[in-house]
């Protein structure tokens, strides 16, 4: 029997991948010919989707962006032993864009069943959580200290240190939230986990709760991902039934159970304590600190709040060991990084490396440079709030320190390309009334600044270029950056100061006039 694999997650499913394995389960039918369909999660390279593969002696051959309408003729080709056709792509793993990434986290996506256990299990799943059972909170905490695992979120503050204040705090209840709520422009790598390999993030979150000492587990998905909502919760299931969790963790005694919740959509719930609020049934509305989150979080009580990918890296730190993982990465930058590429791109996708790669490498080597043929402008790091970087920056390598020393992010590792036709003042515009939509209100420099800023922006862009316009839209963002109460107005400045910075012709402005980056 051919085993035949066909993506399940929503990049393929957009692109037509059910009425691919239905027609392939047709055809096979009528030729007589016998197989196992497998719906796999997906491998990560989004610009071969539908990408069906075939397993052979040889390993595993690729079909690329598959079609309803190919099926018929896939067979006639022999696609069922690996046979030739215009749709190949060879050996899976011998794709390049593959083939020289350095998957840690994502190692399994694409390979195996997202909801089989077993599947989980065969490919090294409960690894580190049988070791971390073996361990004192103490001693699990200065493990992640060790392995140099910094939140993948975009704040980038050390993980075992958050759980340590945890796991020290005096209280009859903790908790462990994860924030899957992906808002960022260009972003996909946390669905890529709920939907290839959920019980990867289930693993990490069950490990953060017997390390802290906390019994409950909420994982806060956004509402526009339905898909990851139900692999999530069909995983949960599944989880419990194999006694992964709830009153005995793998027969451990130690008590662990998770559930999910759906936010609204509000762009600022991905701040931790918006979300914290939202999730508390109230209005996704940023608290003031301190306390912090680790002290005083959901409920009141000690929690820990950690992004998908920093939970789902969690596994492998426990499984392999903190030495190893820290030998991936640069300076405080360690381990790897899935960085996504999206926009004016040619091969969108993910790509997992150590921090140190540079941005050009990612858009050149993997991206195969933009989409459009034209050449590549701009890049935007970090999601809606993070910088537009000019060529003259795509040569740092990606680490937390080196992007903040020219005043960019690398936060979640989302890409954005455009090329030379974009016009850096709109997109200017289009970040601050990005804020004024998803501001929670609570603090003026974010609700009236970015309401300002759109303004400004408007009359430099219809003529106004004089001193003055410029140094109020500076002051202003100077006043979002210094007085907001949290991430949404602190960093909507970025990219209009760095579009103002290194493309001021696009504010009909002169270069000259305009200072460094570095300044």
Same mark, same amino acid.
């Given at each position: 029997?051919?085993?035949?694999?066909?993506?399940?997650?929503?990049?393929?499913?957009?692109?037509?991948?059910?009425?691919?394995?239905?027609?392939?389960?047709?055809?096979?039918?009528?030729?007589?010919?016998?197989?196992?369909?497998?719906?796999?999660?997906?491998?990560?390279?989004?610009?071969?989707?539908?990408?069906?593969?075939?397993?052979?002696?040889?390993?595993?051959?690729?079909?690329?962006?598959?079609?309803?309408?190919?099926?018929?003729?896939?067979?006639?080709?022999?696609?069922?032993?690996?046979?030739?056709?215009?749709?190949?792509?060879?050996?899976?793993?011998?794709?390049?864009?593959?083939?020289?990434?350095?998957?840690?986290?994502?190692?399994?996506?694409?390979?195996?069943?997202?909801?089989?256990?077993?599947?989980?299990?065969?490919?090294?799943?409960?690894?580190?959580?049988?070791?971390?059972?073996?361990?004192?909170?103490?001693?699990?905490?200065?493990?992640?200290?060790?392995?140099?695992?910094?939140?993948?979120?975009?704040?980038?503050?050390?993980?075992?240190?958050?759980?340590?204040?945890?796991?020290?705090?005096?209280?009859?209840?903790?908790?462990?939230?994860?924030?899957?709520?992906?808002?960022?422009?260009?972003?996909?790598?946390?669905?890529?986990?709920?939907?290839?390999?959920?019980?990867?993030?289930?693993?990490?979150?069950?490990?953060?709760?017997?390390?802290?000492?906390?019994?409950?587990?909420?994982?806060?998905?956004?509402?526009?991902?339905?898909?990851?909502?139900?692999?999530?919760?069909?995983?949960?299931?599944?989880?419990?039934?194999?006694?992964?969790?709830?009153?005995?963790?793998?027969?451990?005694?130690?008590?662990?159970?998770?559930?999910?919740?759906?936010?609204?959509?509000?762009?600022?719930?991905?701040?931790?304590?918006?979300?914290?609020?939202?999730?508390?049934?109230?209005?996704?509305?940023?608290?003031?600190k301190p306390p912090l989150p680790a002290l005083a979080g959901l409920y009141g009580k000690?929690?820990?709040?950690?992004?998908?990918?920093?939970?789902?890296?969690?596994?492998?730190?426990?499984?392999?060991?903190?030495?190893?993982?820290?030998?991936?990465?640069?300076?405080?930058?360690?381990?790897?990084?899935?960085?996504?590429?999206? %926009?004016?791109? $040619? =091969?969108?996708?993910? #790509?997992?490396?150590?921090? @140190?790669?540079? +941005?050009? &490498?990612?858009?050149? /080597?993997?991206?195969?440079?933009?989409?459009? %043929?034209?050449? $590549? =402008?701009?890049?935007? #790091?970090?999601?809606?709030? @993070?910088?537009? +970087?000019? &060529?003259?920056?795509? /040569?740092?390598?990606?680490?937390?320190?080196?992007?903040?020393?020219?005043?960019?992010?690398?936060?979640?590792?989302?890409?954005?390309?455009?090329?030379?036709?974009?016009?850096?003042?709109?997109?200017?515009?289009?970040?601050?009334?990005?804020?004024?939509?998803?501001?929670?209100?609570?603090?003026?420099?974010?609700?009236?600044?970015?309401?300002?800023?759109?303004?400004?922006?408007?009359?430099?862009?219809?003529?106004?270029?004089?001193?003055?316009?410029?140094?109020?839209?500076?002051?202003?963002?100077?006043?979002?950056?210094?007085?907001?109460?949290?991430?949404?107005?602190?960093?909507?400045?970025?990219?209009?100061?760095?579009?103002?910075?290194?493309?001021?012709?696009?504010?009909?402005?002169?270069?000259?006039?305009?200072?460094?980056?570095?300044?």
């Amino acid at each position: 029997m051919t085993r035949i694999y066909v993506p399940r997650d929503s990049s393929a499913l957009a692109l037509g991948a059910d009425d691919v394995a239905a027609a392939i389960q047709r055809e096979a039918a009528a030729r007589g010919i016998d197989i196992e369909l497998v719906r796999n999660g997906s491998r990560g390279l989004l610009y071969l989707e539908p990408l069906v593969e075939v397993e052979t002696a040889d390993g595993r051959v690729g079909y690329a962006n598959v079609e309803e309408t190919d099926v018929s003729a896939l067979f006639d080709a022999g696609f069922v032993q690996g046979g030739q056709h215009a749709r190949s792509v060879g050996l899976v793993e011998q794709i390049p864009y593959l083939r020289r990434q350095q998957r840690l986290t994502f190692a399994r996506i694409g390979i195996t069943d997202p909801l089989s256990t077993d599947d989980y299990v065969a490919h090294g799943g409960l690894e580190g959580l049988r070791n971390a059972l073996k361990l004192t909170g103490e001693q699990a905490c200065q493990s992640l200290i060790e392995s140099g695992l910094r939140g993948r979120g975009g704040a980038a503050f050390p993980a075992g240190i958050k759980w340590r204040t945890v796991a020290q705090a005096q209280a009859d209840q903790k908790y462990i939230v994860c924030n899957a709520d992906e808002g960022d422009s260009g972003t996909f790598s946390d669905r890529l986990v709920m939907e290839s390999d959920p019980y990867m993030l289930i693993e990490g979150m069950t490990i953060a709760g017997v390390s802290v000492g906390a019994t409950i587990g909420h994982i806060y998905v956004r509402s526009e991902y339905p898909h990851s909502i139900a692999a999530l919760e069909e995983a949960i299931r599944r989880a419990r039934a194999a006694g992964w969790l709830g009153d005995d963790v793998l027969g451990s005694g130690k008590r662990f159970d998770l559930f999910v919740a759906k936010g609204a959509g509000a762009y600022v719930c991905g701040e931790e304590t918006a979300l914290l609020e939202s999730l508390e049934g109230k209005r996704g509305i940023v608290r003031a600190k301190p306390p912090l989150p680790a002290l005083a979080g959901l409920y009141g009580k000690p929690t820990v709040i950690n992004n998908v990918i920093t939970l789902a890296t969690v596994p492998i730190i426990f499984a392999k060991g903190a030495a190893f993982y820290q030998d991936f990465g640069m300076g405080r930058s360690r381990g790897t990084l899935p960085f996504q590429l999206a %926009g004016n791109i $040619a =091969r969108g996708g993910l #790509v997992e490396l150590a921090f @140190g790669v540079t +941005l050009r &490498e990612l858009m050149v /080597d993997y991206g195969g440079g933009t989409a459009s %043929g034209r050449p $590549a =402008r701009a890049v935007q #790091v970090g999601g809606p709030l @993070g910088t537009y +970087l000019p &060529e003259s920056q795509w /040569d740092i390598p990606m680490d937390y320190e080196a992007y903040a020393a020219v005043g960019a992010v690398v936060g979640h590792g989302g890409i954005v390309v455009h090329d030379d036709t974009s016009n850096l003042a709109e997109l200017a515009q289009y970040a601050m009334e990005f804020c004024t939509l998803e501001s929670c209100g609570k603090c003026t420099p974010c609700r009236i600044g970015s309401t300002r800023g759109v303004e400004v922006i408007a009359r430099i862009r219809k003529g106004d270029t004089s001193e003055k316009q410029v140094t109020l839209l500076r002051d202003l963002c100077d006043t979002m950056v210094s007085g907001s109460l949290c991430a949404m107005g602190g960093m909507t400045p970025f990219p209009v100061l760095s579009a103002l910075d290194h493309f001021p012709e696009d504010f009909g402005l002169e270069p000259a006039t305009q200072p460094t980056a570095a300044a």
